[in-house]
């Protein structure tokens, strides 16, 4: 049980960090800077070149693997109190 509760303490810089990625991609599709700003060219493809693009696919990467590590660590404390509880370790 012991093991549990240590390995739960390890929790909070996955949530903290979960956090702050979705407030960055809240913040990314939102598009503040976007509005009412003429001066976008399209580029060769007929696609607004704009580099917040970039800052959004690096804040979706972000979010899926913190995201992925927060699942991860939450079922190894699971199945370690889990197992605390069934098998008496």
Same mark, same amino acid.
């Given at each position: 049980?012991?093991?549990?509760?240590?390995?739960? !303490?390890?929790?909070?810089?996955?949530?903290?960090?979960?956090?702050?990625?979705?407030?960055?991609?809240?913040?990314?599709? #939102?598009?503040?800077?976007?509005?009412?700003? +003429?001066? #976008?060219?399209? !580029?060769?493809?007929? +696609?607004? +070149?704009?580099?917040?693009?970039?800052?959004?696919?690096? +804040?979706?990467?972000?979010?899926?693997?913190?995201?992925?590590?927060a699942v991860v660590?939450? !079922?190894?404390?699971?199945?370690?109190?889990? #197992?605390?509880?069934?098998?008496?370790?």
């Amino acid at each position: 049980m012991e093991r549990h509760t240590e390995m739960g !303490d390890n929790l909070l810089p996955w949530a903290v960090a979960l956090l702050v990625a979705s407030v960055l991609l809240w913040l990314f599709y #939102q598009r503040p800077w976007e509005r009412g700003s +003429a001066e #976008q060219q399209p !580029d060769g493809r007929g +696609a607004v +070149a704009h580099p917040a693009v970039l800052m959004r696919v690096v +804040a979706v990467v972000l979010a899926l693997v913190v995201g992925t590590g927060a699942v991860v660590e939450t !079922d190894r404390i699971g199945d370690s109190g889990a #197992q605390s509880v069934w098998e008496g370790v």
